[in-house]
């Protein structure tokens, strides 16, 4: 187990190690400069500018010097864009709003999709399946940027204990919440009824039925378990994507989250933000991997052995 | 040996004749009321963007003519939907947003498409060591922020576009409006596809990989047959199945990532529009007028719906086995 474990940590240092590398070179790729948006900014202005940045070095100095700073003095950098603002104050700053934002919404879209796709399974073929899937498909097909404004119009105008917009009482988190989670809920319902199916055609479902085993007893303790093996996969990624900030919804509600970093970083060649952004998305990508990995072999034995 | 040939059963039409595999797809397909219902709403809708919005456009509708005397207008015989913040025709602006909508998505799924058999054709068929690398190199571009990569990717390709477009207008006199309109859909078009084709080749690997396990490539490749043949000949046709239904489940998913980026203002750029667009305009004006949000909304769910219930029900006319999310 510990050896998975190290070796999936080495493997998720290796990618990020790549990624930032490729990001590095490629980010340089762009047209324009990250200062040529700047207002009123002379000729002189700039080159002071890149050598404050350390961008008048060759590349390869540069990218040598990004990662001495970052493994030896855990230091990002300072954001171009966001003048006298480091990198890791920004992600600090922000990352805990959209956590708590991901997070509320993951665990509704967990207790709507996970249900949904049983009662699906459980009635293949009939109305309710037929049912659970289309609002699962309607989950999917009505997009956050169209829930949002009509969540907040048929909501939060007429009930004055939720705000429109901002990020200022704790129900604000309600329906930046609710908008974030249908398209998770209709995944998960989806992922769930087909594990669901599955495993109730399985002979092991078979024999407890014939052993008079009762249907609630089936499902808890002998189907539910390894029928969830598809929702946890697509959870491990979907995690990593949720609580780094969805943008859109962000930008909706007006939240100071994380989301609007990753545009924001990019739109404004501001090259250690989006550095530093890859790189933590990253080694949270490879955690939720890791996390999900872990319950998959908890929750199916087959699994252990390889 | 010479008795086993003389009992083969002799004249071939005695056999019951097989139905093919498309023809067994095509009668479960038909049963699936949804996916006949979403196909045929793929249709109406592709031929209402294609069509019919040329032909009333030349009747004299036309999306982008202002007329700001006339704002919000309810529907009347000169503007069949009413008018959006600017006295524009709202039913052509969704129209020929849906154009673009579509157009980038189609052009963006044969890119994946493309890319995706290629790639994972190779990387299944060659299998070892390369194989895997080559699918080390997708997980990893697949861990990447998909804004940072989509953005990266379009920022790069319109620099060399613009380029391109500015070569065809100085030095071959093409009209710069069309060209300039149609090179705006290019970087973004790219940019989906450069993202999208991950999940694309991931899929084409393994379904690559398994038939090269089995006799048939096996017998092909003791007669002598180059690689390409094997993997264009035989490889190719037998996954055919998989690449169509992922290819109709990618174009709603194109169509959902063009949206959002045209809603962020990163995607289509004016004079184009799309529904994404559209979409985001309209959400300004929603306590004035809710037209000008439901009526692109609406037709932009419903093509994802009619796309989503046509690929989920190909599967499972394709492969009854796989039906299973």
Not at chain 1, 199 to 207: E, G, M, P, T, W
Request: hydrophobic fraction near 50%; charged fraction near 15%; aromatic fraction near 10%.
């Amino acid at each position: 187990m510990l050896r998975i474990i190290l070796s999936r940590l080495l493997q998720t240092l290796v990618v990020v190690f790549l990624l930032v590398t490729f990001t590095f070179f490629a980010i340089r790729m762009m047209p324009g400069n990250p200062f040529a948006d700047v207002k009123a900014l002379t000729e002189e202005n700039k080159a002071a500018m890149e050598r404050l940045y350390g961008l008048d070095k060759p590349l390869h100095i540069q990218y040598a010097n990004y990662w001495k700073n970052v493994l030896l003095e855990g230091d990002f950098g300072d954001s171009f864009s966001m003048k006298g603002r480091k990198v890791s104050t920004l992600i600090a700053e922000s990352f805990p709003i959209s956590l708590k934002l991901g997070l509320l919404s993951l665990l509704l879209a967990m207790s709507l999709g996970i249900p949904l796709g049983i009662i699906a399974a459980l009635f293949h073929n009939k109305w309710q399946d037929y049912t659970a899937m289309i609002i699962a498909m309607a989950g999917i097909c009505i997009v956050t940027f169209v829930l949002g404004p009509i969540f907040q119009l048929s909501f939060a105008k007429p009930l004055s204990w939720l705000n429109v917009a901002g990020w200022s009482r704790p129900s604000d988190v309600i329906l930046p919440a609710i908008t974030l989670c249908f398209g998770v809920a209709a995944y998960l319902a989806r992922l769930t009824r087909g594990g669901m199916l599955d495993i109730l055609s399985q002979d092991y479902i078979r024999s407890a039925k014939a052993k008079g085993v009762s249907q609630l007893n089936i499902i808890t303790k002998h189907a539910l378990r390894p029928a969830l093996v598809p929702a946890v996969t697509f959870l491990g990624p979907a995690f990593a994507a949720i609580i780094t900030g969805s943008f859109v919804v962000e930008s909706i509600f007006l939240i100071p989250g994380m989301g609007q970093y990753f545009v924001l970083g990019i739109q404004n060649q501001d090259y250690t933000l989006v550095l530093g952004l890859v790189l933590f998305y990253g080694i949270l990508m490879g955690i939720a991997n890791l996390m999900s990995d872990l319950a998959l072999i908890f929750m199916d034995p087959k699994l252990r052995n390889s | 040996m010479s008795t086993s040939i003389k009992a083969r059963p002799t004249g071939l039409k005695d056999v019951e004749k097989g139905s093919s595999l498309w023809a067994d797809a095509y009668v479960r397909l038909k049963k699936n009321k949804l996916a006949m219902l979403g196909g045929v709403i793929v249709i109406s809708i592709l031929v209402t963007c294609f069509v019919i919005a040329p032909i009333l456009s030349w009747m004299g509708f036309d999306g982008n003519e202002q007329d700001l005397a006339n704002k919000f207008a309810g529907p009347s015989t000169k503007n069949l939907l009413g008018t959006d913040q600017l006295g524009r025709d709202l039913l052509m602006r969704v129209l020929q947003g849906g154009q673009i909508s579509l157009l980038v998505a189609i052009m963006a799924t044969m890119l994946t498409v493309t890319i995706g058999v290629i790639y994972g054709g190779i990387a299944g068929y060659v299998g070892g060591r390369i194989g895997n690398a080559m699918m080390r190199i997708v997980d990893g571009l697949l861990a990447m922020p998909f804004l940072i990569i989509v953005i990266l990717f379009r920022e790069v390709i319109s620099g060399q576009v613009d380029e391109i477009a500015r070569f065809l207008i100085d030095d071959w006199g093409w009209n710069d409006n069309d060209v300039l309109r149609f090179a705006n859909l290019i970087p973004l078009t790219f940019a989906i596809a450069g993202f999208g084709w991950l999940s694309m080749g991931r899929i084409v690997r393994s379904s690559a990989a398994s038939l090269a396990q089995q006799e048939f490539v096996e017998a092909a490749r003791s007669l002598g047959l180059s690689h390409r043949r094997i993997l264009f000949r035989h490889i190719l046709p037998n996954m055919l199945g998989p690449i169509i239904i992922y290819a109709t489940l990618t174009i709603p998913s194109f169509i959902l990532y063009e949206a959002t980026l045209s809603y962020i203002g990163l995607g289509i750029e004016p004079p184009n529009s799309s529904w994404g667009k559209l979409i985001q305009e309209g959400a300004n004006y929603l306590e004035t007028n809710i037209t000008v949000l439901a009526v692109p909304a609406v037709l932009f769910s419903l093509t994802l719906f009619a796309f989503n219930f046509l690929g989920d029900g190909l599967r499972d006319a394709l492969d009854p086995k796989a039906s299973k999310d």
